[in-house]
């Protein structure tokens, strides 16, 4: 299993920002073509103000996943998003285990 996660510092407006982010931005990443199950969070210590982890079975879905029209779509929002509430998103892929 791989993960694709996004990292999010607080923004200043968090109830707009979480409308925005739960309403339109995070059901698009649930259609991720072979997107095998994800999750967000609100953090609760530490840098970030919420995490999002979409599982794939391999990297290689990822990278397809993000080069498909959807993907494309989802990741031009995630820039909107951060330059709307003026936050930094990072973004990191993991993999299960050791």
Known sequence: MVRLV?????P???????REY???????LRRLA???GSKTSRCLDGPYFRMTEVNFTSI???HAAL????GK????????L?????????????????
């Not at 951060?82 to 050791?98: M, T």
């Open 6 to 10: 996004g990292l999010w510092t607080e």
């Open 12 to 18: 200043a407006d968090i109830d707009a920002f979480e």
């Open 22 to 28: 739960l309403g339109s931005h995070y059901p698009q």
């Open 34 to 36: 072979n997107a095998q």
């Open 60 to 62: 290689d879905d990822i």
């Open 67 to 70: 080069q498909a029209d959807l």
């Open 73 to 80: 779509e989802i990741l031009a929002s995630a820039r909107a």
């Open 82 to 98: 951060a330059d709307k509430f003026g936050i930094r998103l990072d973004v990191l892929v993991v993999a299960e285990g050791g």
